[in-house]
Each structure stands twice: as C-alpha cells, then as structure tokens.
C-alpha cells in the first residue's frame, strides 16, 4: 500500500506508454493482494493496454487487492483487445471518474476487437460513471463461457450495468 506513495504498482506499459503485446501465461498461478489506487489514471489494471489483435493473457488468477483508477479500469486490463483466457479475479475495482465515458469491469475495463474467454470474476466493481460490468465494462469484442459473482454498483442514473458485460456496443 506504501509503493509509489500509495499508488501501487505500476500497470504493465503505463509507465513505457507501450502496449503489450506479447503472450502472458501465469501458468495457473495467483498474485494475491495486487494494490493499484491511480485515481487520476486512465486505462489501469494489471496491464494497462493490450493489443487487440497480438496480446495474449491467459492462466492468471488476481486473489485480493484494489485496482482503482479514473476510467477504463479492470483487474487484469484497463483497455485493449486480444485474448484473456482461463484467468480469474476476486478483487475490487473501481473507477473513481464522474464521466459517462467511464468503463470499469472485473476482468477488463473496455475490450475491444477482442475475446475474454473462460474467465470468472468475483469480488466488487463499482463505476462513478456510467458503465460497469462484471466481467467487462465496455465491449465491442466477444464475451464467452465466463462467469460472474461480482457486485456490481454504478453511480449515475442514466447507468449500464450488468453482470456479465455493463455495455455491449
């Protein structure tokens, strides 16, 4: 909770300004109390961009923690594409901005053009915005054979919210 003055880790390609892009196999391993609080950042998760069309993110489980960011915040990824696939989180997340471009999910915050597959999400996800979902905020990609224990709570009354995906574009 001390690192970077509280702010915690860094996401992967947040500080670079990269995306990543390369393959990513936790080999069914479990970080346990990732602490992220960038309230003033943007795409903030464990990674903060993926590529949509080469990145690759796949048996990893997220166990405790808070990843806290402006907008586009997710456990595993703030925003991007590619493929997540047989990974799992229990972990709060929560994206602090009063704006209804505001996407926050357990996995993923904003996924586009691509696929979150075999994914399961427990914990909370709560937006200050308007869009918030269980395994994803904000999809224009391919949501299948996940599954969501998450709460789910948005702010905003004109809101998208769901268990599974919060906006589906």
């Not at 915040?73 to 590619?82: L, N």
């Not at 395994?135 to 809101?159: F, L, P």
């Amino acid at each position: 909770e001390d690192w970077d003055v509280g702010k915690g880790f860094h996401p992967i390609g947040s500080v670079t300004g990269d995306v990543f892009y390369g393959v990513f196999d936790g080999r069914g391993f479990t970080i346990s109390n990732l602490w992220i609080h960038r309230q003033n950042e943007e795409e903030v998760g464990l990674f903060s961009l993926l590529d949509p069309d080469k990145a690759v993110v796949m048996n990893l489980h997220l166990q405790g923690g808070e990843v806290r960011g402006r907008r586009w915040v997710g456990a595993i990824a703030g925003s991007g594409g590619g493929l997540i696939v047989n990974c799992s989180t229990n972990v709060e997340v929560l994206g602090n901005r009063d704006d209804p471009s505001s996407c926050v999910g357990g996995i993923a915050g904003e996924m586009t053009r691509g696929t979150v597959r075999n994914c399961t999400a427990t914990g909370q996800t709560r937006s200050y915005g308007d869009k918030a979902g269980g395994i994803v905020g904000c999809n224009s990609g391919v949501v299948e054979y996940c599954e969501s224990r998450n709460q789910v709570w948005v702010k905003e009354n004109d809101t998208r919210a769901g268990g599974i995906v919060g906006a589906n574009f």
